[in-house]
Each structure stands twice: as structure tokens, then as C-alpha cells.
């Protein structure tokens, strides 16, 4: 079945860096466009970054563009997402998602901190 599976978050200082990681299984991956989402507490999820499958697309949240990078390696089919100059209002769950088939299918989300 489809497998998402975060990575990398954790409690960072303001203008620190984290890099998240999406390890997909169940499907081939090199075939989907990849998104990367986010919760903050009380508020809506919303998407902060979308990649193409090969990679030649991407796009981004107007909140975190030049400081977030999406990025992807088909052969270990993994997507990244490189948090730079992080901001306290950066501080949500972080999802991997993938959308085919009429589905969404989600990670169980890892949480990023940014507080001093």
C-alpha cells in the first residue's frame, strides 16, 4: 500500500535551518508530482511547496519562497524539503503528500519548532 514517511523535523532557533525527508513506497514515484504540506495550531493546512515528478517544476507558498527548497531523488524515491532562515511563524506539522488516483495520501507529519 502507499507509505509516506517524514523525517527530520525537530525544535530549531529563528534563523536556523532543518531539512525534511519523505520516503515513499507503494507506488512509483517517479511518475507523481510531490507536495509538501503544513498545520499550524489552530489554523488550516496549506501548502507550502509542489515538485513535478522529474523535478522540473517546482513551486512554492509566497510565505517561504527563498527560504525553502524542494527537491526530489527518484532513484531513492525520497522528496526533501530544505528549511532556511526559519521563522517562528514556520512552526507547524509538515506532511508529505501525494495526490493520484482520486486520493490523497498523507505522511504521519513531523513537527517543526522555531523558538529561541
Known amino acids: 500500500q502507499v507509505k509516506l514517511v517524514e523525517s527530520g523535523g525537530g525544535l530549531v532557533q529563528p534563523g536556523g535551518s532543518l531539512r525534511l525527508s519523505c520516503a515513499a513506497s507503494g507506488f512509483t514515484f517517479s511518475s507523481e508530482v510531490m507536495n509538501w504540506y503544513r498545520q499550524a495550531p489552530g489554523k488550516e493546512r496549506e501548502l507550502v511547496a509542489r515538485i513535478t515528478s522529474a523535478g522540473g517544476v517546482k513551486n512554492y507558498a509566497d510565505s517561504v519562497k527563498g527560504r525553502f527548497t524542494i527537491s526530489r531523488d527518484n532513484a531513492k524515491n525520497t522528496v526533501y524539503l530544505q528549511m532556511n532562515s526559519l521563522k517562528p511563524e514556520d512552526t507547524a506539522v509538515y506532511y508529505c503528500?501525494?495526490?493520484?488516483?482520486?486520493?490523497?495520501?498523507w505522511g504521519q507529519g513531523t513537527q517543526v519548532t522555531v523558538s529561541l
Open positions: 503528500n501525494a495526490r493520484f488516483s482520486l486520493r490523497d495520501y
